[in-house]
Structure formats: C-alpha cells, structure tokens
C-alpha cells in the first residue's frame, strides 16, 4: 500500500468467488466464470481499485482460476482471502438428507468438523497461491463466535461476514436447526471483533470488516400503525421501496449504490465495501444477469459506480485496510503478539 493510502478512505471491492450459478442447488458445480475475471479485474485496475477474492474449494481447484490469481497477485493489484461454502468443501461429512440441496451453514456442524472444513480450505488455498490467506468470508454469512476464535487461533486478520441490518434466520441451511444469523444489531463500520460475540466490538486481532449496508428512513414507516398489521404492510412496502441498501449491483440499482457514496462520503467513513459474486459476471451465471445484455448492463453500472468512487476512495484489498486501520487507531491491539 503507497503512503499516500494511509488515513485515507477505502474502497474495498469484495468477490464471493465460487461456481456457477450455486443458487440453482446444482449437484454438480461447474467454474466457468473465472474465464470472465479478467474483464473485471482490468475495470477495477483502471480505476486504482484492488479486488479481494474471497476463494472457495472449487475455485481453488480450477486452472483458470489459478493462473490468474497468480497474475494479479504478482503485480499485488489483488488479493486471495478465503470462503467456505461447507456443504461441498472437503471433508465431506454429510449433515442433512441432501446438502446440496440445503447448503447447511458450516455453524451447523459440530465444532470438530467445522475445524477440520477450515483446516483444510485455509491449507488449500496456502498450498495453491503460495501466500498467506489472511482475509475471510463465511459462505452464506453463516458466522458466530465459534467460527471467529477458530479464525484467530490460524492467524487470520480480518472478516467480512457480518451484515449489518439482515438477518438470514428466516434463510435456512439444515432444515433441523435454526437458519442463519442474526446480524440485525451490529455495527455498519470496521471493529474488532469479540470472539464472545461476533456482533460486537471488543479487543481482538480480529478486525470485522461489514459490507456497505446502509438503512434509510422512510416517512411512510412512522405512519404505520402499531399492530400486528404492520408488520404486513412494512414488508409489503420494503418489497417496493426497501429500507435497507448493500453496496451490491443487481443490474436496476444505480442510483441507490451511488447514493451510498455519497451518504459515506458525507457521513466522513473510512471505508465502504462493495460486493460481489464471481458467477455474476458471466452471462447466465446468476439469476440477475441471465443474458450478455445483462451483463453490459452490469458493466455500464460498474463504470459510474466506480467513475463516483474514485473521486472520494482510494483503492486497497481487505488485509491493506486491515494494516491501515491498524496503523491509526491508537485502541487497535498490539499486532506485534
């Protein structure tokens, strides 16, 4: 990271980087999107911007996938972190009646298995790119206090999946336990994180790293009565006007993702993140972009999301903003244990 990065504010371009099209349930993953990386990647080059590549098991075995990685790591215009989607990760030790089928949250297994699925996903992608994996996001944001000390015990610095706002409870992996997290407290912005509850901040040396989610009020939400009914209208109306915003392209969001540049920008934050999934970048690779027209779409988008950006945020990967924050907060722990 140059000098003149320090202090300043990050944009962090984050990519769940895995197989085709995964919310199709598919028994048989295929990795034809890492052919489509490259146009992405000279996008992001051209704006200064420096992805991290958040990389699962099938990704990490692709060839395609390999060579380029090595290329944008050798020119250190990106970064490979880690993701685990634990339904097809080795080893694998089957939790439901058909885990492709319910893609259970690796916080579902027992901790053994959890430590193993991790054990052998960080060595994977170490022994592959021949560098530290130092950055992580949980597959399916399926993330708890288990999972952070896990982290902390292999050395990892920093974690984005926490989702300020969302609560995935109501997202189910196996159909016996209790869906996902409940991230609906958290903190919008960086903090080190409390192995004791991952909501929250404390003193670690792990540093939680949020994706961009903004809330915004809405007039009509005070005006709804008090009743059981409004809790069916509020969802009716949020399905038409949402309260909640990610910095995520879906192909029809423009104008609120460089709404969120302007609102961090004026609320003075020291970063925002954006995401991403690698499958969406390919045509038919996703529900939100089935055809090459889509995808132009996408990439018209990107341009004036990125065109805004570059004009507030400087580029760095997940672990650069981990050293920077390190850098200059004064309460961050002492990195030197």
Not at 36 to 41: A, I, K, S, V, Y
Not at 70 to 89: F, P, Q
Request: a negative charge; glycine letters at 6%; one cysteine or more.
């Amino acid at each position: 990271m140059s000098p003149e990065a320090a202090g300043a504010r990050a944009f962090l371009i984050t990519i769940d980087t895995e197989g085709d099209n995964l919310w199709a349930q598919p028994k048989s993953i295929t990795t034809e999107n890492a052919k489509f990386l490259p146009r992405f990647q000279r996008l992001c080059e051209s704006y200064g911007f420096k992805p991290t590549y958040l990389t699962n098991y099938e990704m990490a075995e692709d060839a395609c996938f390999r060579e380029f990685a090595r290329d944008v790591m050798g020119r250190s215009v990106a970064e490979i972190g880690m993701h685990l989607h634990a339904w097809n990760s080795p080893p694998l030790i089957p939790l439901t009646a058909d885990d492709y089928r319910y893609q259970p949250y690796l916080t579902e297994y027992p901790d053994d298995v959890m430590r193993q699925k991790i054990d052998f996903i960080s060595k994977l992608l170490e022994d592959r790119f021949q560098v530290p994996i130092t950055s992580h996001r949980a597959g399916r944001w399926g993330f708890d206090d288990r999972y952070a000390r896990i982290l902390m015990e292999k050395g990892f610095l920093v974690d984005c999946s926490v989702t300020p706002h969302v609560s995935w409870r109501n997202n189910p992996g196996d159909p016996n336990q209790k869906g996902g997290p409940d991230f609906r407290q958290s903190p919008e912005t960086s903090y080190w994180l409390d192995p004791e509850g991952v909501s929250g901040p404390n003193s670690s040396k792990l540093l939680e790293v949020p994706p961009t989610i903004l809330r915004k009020k809405r007039a009509w939400a005070a005006m709804l009565p008090e009743s059981g009914r409004r809790s069916f209208l509020q969802r009716g109306m949020n399905r038409i006007w949402p309260l909640i915003f990610w910095l995520y392209p879906n192909g029809k969001n423009l104008a609120g993702l460089l709404d969120i540049i302007k609102v961090s920008v004026a609320q003075d934050r020291d970063y925002v993140e954006f995401v991403l999934h690698s499958a969406e970048m390919m045509p038919g690779g996703s529900p939100n972009f089935p055809s090459s027209r889509d995808i132009e779409q996408l990439y018209s988008h990107l341009e004036a999301l990125f065109g805004l950006a570059s004009q507030f945020f400087v580029g760095m990967t997940l672990t650069e903003y981990y050293w920077n924050k390190a850098g200059q907060n004064s309460k961050a722990p002492d990195q030197s244990l």
